[in-house]
């Protein structure tokens, strides 16, 4: 049973909106067309033929000629930062990124500061994004009290009190026998558990992915094999234990192999990629900038090839941002020393579309596919634009050219791979439940009826 994007919690309330005149896409539908897209209390009341559609009652106008009306992003990966960390994020300017970059939700990763490990945590952020999320924000409570990785959370409870699963992402659960626990009491309580695969013994002190490139630096490296035992050890575990997981953030060609193993032998088990994976390699890292430091690490080439044909062959189910902010002082100091993380909320769908899209490497439907499709890791409906469905939507103007950063951030970091980089196309508005949750500043819009 699916729950819409909008039961999650957010500061917005349902709408009603005429959008008019854009190009709408939705491939899941088959559909691309020019449509009016009528929408009342937060649904999709009608498709109509451009021009014909008559404003519903207290409705706002939305000329959107020259956009593109897409379903909204879903973002299952992202790091908001509260409680803890307020100076380099919090949920008011997380979801601000969220909605900037076209997303009509994101899922908040649990290793805050201490980390959300009981109930009552989750109950009380649920509540705080009710006040100043500006899009449904979900949560997940840690598998392990504390992360430390040897005591299981009271996961029942944390369901309970709405947790959509778990995760100690930024660390992995380097027991076998604490996360074949973990996935029977995942088969019990239903959600998600979602893996930062990493063997530290293999990982040790490495900076960067292993390869020529940390050979050449003298850098510690990470080996791929790190990730992908990991991965073929947790997918042998669910299948034992009929339980589900989700594979988070894959740098390497081994890991898509595993996941393609797991998925012949029938587990449950999904996967993602990060923007950065999909258009960086480690050739980044020869410039020493910690922009370019992050957990999994940028890999070669031959793997980035692998995880574009696993984006492309739908093997990777997602993409997730694994926004990940970090003020400017813990990034401006050797590689070595630097935190890893990247944000990547405001910039994912122009990153994907101005270096996979334009070039003709990735078809612009896989992207929106890709995009949306995290929702379902939660039990939630895809965003879709069809009669009846809840109105999640982005407006997008593939035309537009900017410059990343050059404008600041929403977010309260500044942590982006991408900075400087001239980027083509740009969300004009994110509409959730039929309400506008972002605007671009350039972006005029319509009269109020
Ligand atoms: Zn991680
Ligand atoms: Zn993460």
């Known amino acids: 049973m699916s729950r819409a994007v909008a039961d999650l919690n957010w500061r917005g309330d349902s709408g009603s909106l005429l959008i ?20 009342k209390q937060g649904r999709i009341a009608e498709l109509a033929a451009p021009g014909e559609a008559e404003l519903p009652e207290g409705a706002e106008l939305i000329e959107a ?29 997380g979801t601000r990124a969220a909605a900037a970059g076209g997303f009509c939700g994101v899922v908040a990763m649990a290793n805050t500061d201490p980390a959300t490990d009981e109930p009552e945590t989750v109950a009380a952020m649920r509540e705080q994004a009710d006040r100043e999320a500006s899009v449904p924000t979900g949560f997940v409570g840690t598998v392990t009290v504390g992360m430390r990785g040897e005591e299981l959370t009271e996961m029942a409870a944390m369901r309970a009190a709405g947790a959509l699963g778990f995760s100690d992402d930024g660390l992995p659960i380097t027991s076998a026998r604490v996360m074949r626990r973990a996935l029977q009491y995942q088969h019990l309580v239903g959600g998600n558990i979602l893996l930062h695969e990493e063997d530290p013994e293999l990982s040790g002190d490495g900076v960067m992915g292993e390869g020529v490139v ?31 997981a989700h594979v988070q953030h894959l740098s390497a060609r081994r890991s898509v192999e595993a996941i393609e193993v797991a998925k012949q032998r029938g587990a449950a088990i999904t996967a993602e990629l990060t923007p ?24 070669s080439e031959d793997d980035r090839q692998a995880l574009i044909e696993a984006l492309r062959s739908g093997t990777v189910d997602c993409i997730g941002t694994d926004h990940a902010p970090h003020a400017t002082h813990q990034k401006e100091v050797p590689f070595e020393q630097a935190l890893m993380g990247v944000i990547g909320l405001e910039t994912a769908f122009p990153v994907l579309y101005t270096a996979l899209v334009e070039p003709g490497i990735v078809e612009l439907e896989t992207i929106i596919e890709r995009m949306t499709a995290g929702a379902a890791l939660f039990d939630l409906e895809i965003p879709t634009i069809a009669p009846d469905a809840e109105a999640n939507i982005t407006l997008i103007d593939l035309e537009a050219e900017w410059e990343a950063g050059a404008d600041g951030w929403e977010s309260r970091s500044s942590n982006s791979c991408f900075t400087g980089w001239k980027l083509r196309s740009r969300p004009a508005a994110t509409i959730v439940a039929g309400s506008v949750a972002y605007r671009q500043r350039a972006f005029r819009m319509g009269a109020v009826a």
């Open 20 to 39: 008019r005149g854009a190009r709408v896409l939705d491939p899941r539908k088959g559909l691309d067309e020019s449509r009016d897209v009528v929408v």
């Open 65 to 93: 000629a020259g956009l593109v009306a897409m379903p909204a992003f879903f973002d299952p990966h992202v790091h908001l930062r509260q409680i803890g960390e307020e100076y380099k994020e919090d949920l008011e300017t």
């Open 214 to 244: 940390s050979a050449a630096l003298g850098l510690a490296g990470v080996p791929d094999v790190s990730e992908s035992t990991m991965i073929a050890r947790d997918a042998a575990l669910c299948l034992h234990e009929d339980a589900r």
């Open 276 to 299: 950065h994976h999909l258009v960086l390699t480690d050739e980044e890292v020869r410039s020493l900038d910690a922009r370019f430091k992050m957990n999994p690490p940028l890999r």
